[in-house]
């Protein structure tokens, strides 16, 4: 089985804050390059996740977001030329496809809260130039853009800001994927319809069901339908807390198994991708990492016809990024 996983931390967390003592290739997190291979990964999405306030406070973070993200992706890059013997960059579908005729597993650099925009639209165009093909709106905190998810409800209902709907409006016109795993309900409301005249896919890179795990980051089964209706993505994110209530912090294989069906019957078959969130949750995972991926997968057939776990594993994922990424 061939896998594109929409969302890991492993960049920005095991590696570019470890002061270069971790390195992609092989380290003891959820993900490296040498495991990926070993489970047939195709691509995988590494985000550039740039926490501020207390987040930034708990980690020793004591730049801004925008030097931070210079320092991530300047490890970004060295990770590239380090391991150019079986990575390579991708900037769209067409592009993962190339590098796997080349022997080659594809990275897709990815922003986890669009905090350094502060309301300058430019800056969208410079982050494209340097190869960001997937924006998360927002992580917990509010930003120009718009509004987290949140447990109150009046919050939760708050919509885009202007420059938000600004923002997202120009990343589809360049081609980067609009992520609104983290953002408030309102917000996706929003996205959804801005999607639905541009007639461009979104994704929900790393988010579960709410009906099945009432977290206020999981998705109704109204944003599920919606996803579905768009022709949209969501990936399944590992963390015991979006799927099971994280009463033991522990994911099983079949509680991933059992948010994939559920999501099925609510998104449709062509909306469910992976979202592991590898190298950013705390939970113990039954498969362990990235290189038990072929379990879940098995797990998966168990429910699901072949060619929809290929769907699920990573042809919905390829499709989606050939659609709103260029
Ligand atoms: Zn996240």
Avoid at 131 to 143: A, P, S
């Amino acid at each position: 089985m061939r896998f594109i996983d929409l969302h890991c931390d492993t960049i920005s967390t095991q590696v570019a804050r470890s002061n270069k003592k971790i390195h992609l290739r092989k380290n003891s997190g959820h993900l490296d390059l040498e495991r990926m291979r070993e489970s047939g990964c195709l691509a995988q999405v590494f985000a550039a996740f740039l926490p501020t306030q207390e987040a930034a406070a708990e980690v020793g973070i004591k730049v801004g977001p925008q030097e931070l993200f210079n320092q991530i992706y300047a490890c970004y890059q060295k990770e590239l030329r380090m391991n150019k013997d079986i990575l390579a960059p991708a900037y769209s579908g067409t592009d993962i496809l190339k590098n796997e005729r080349k022997g080659r597993m594809s990275a897709i650099l990815s922003i986890e809260d669009c905090v350094l925009l502060n309301g300058d639209l430019h800056k969208i165009s410079a982050l494209y130039k340097k190869g960001v093909r997937i924006m998360t709106l927002t992580w917990n905190y509010e930003n120009s853009l718009g509004y987290p998810s949140s447990p109150i409800p009046a919050d939760m209902e708050r919509r885009l800001k202007p420059f938000g709907k600004a923002a997202v409006q120009k990343m589809q016109e360049l081609g980067i994927l609009v992520d609104v795993s983290h953002l408030s309900d309102g917000g996706f409301q929003d996205v959804a319809e801005l999607s639905r005249k541009s007639h461009m896919p979104f994704a929900a890179t790393h988010s579960c069901a709410r009906s099945l795990c009432p977290h206020p980051r999981n998705l109704t089964d109204g944003m599920l339908k919606t996803i579905g209706e768009t022709g949209s993505v969501c990936g399944i994110n590992f963390s015991a807390h979006f799927l099971n209530g994280m009463t033991q912090n522990y994911t099983k294989i079949d509680d991933i198994v059992q948010c994939a069906r559920y999501m099925r019957n609510k998104a449709g078959i062509d909306s469910l991708a992976l979202g592991s969130d590898f190298d950013g949750i705390n939970s113990t995972l039954e498969f362990g990492d990235c290189a038990g991926l072929p379990r879940l997968a098995d797990a998966l057939a168990m429910y699901f016809p072949a060619e929809e776990v290929e769907k699920i594993c990573w042809k919905n994922a390829l499709r989606v990024l050939t659609e709103g990424t260029k």
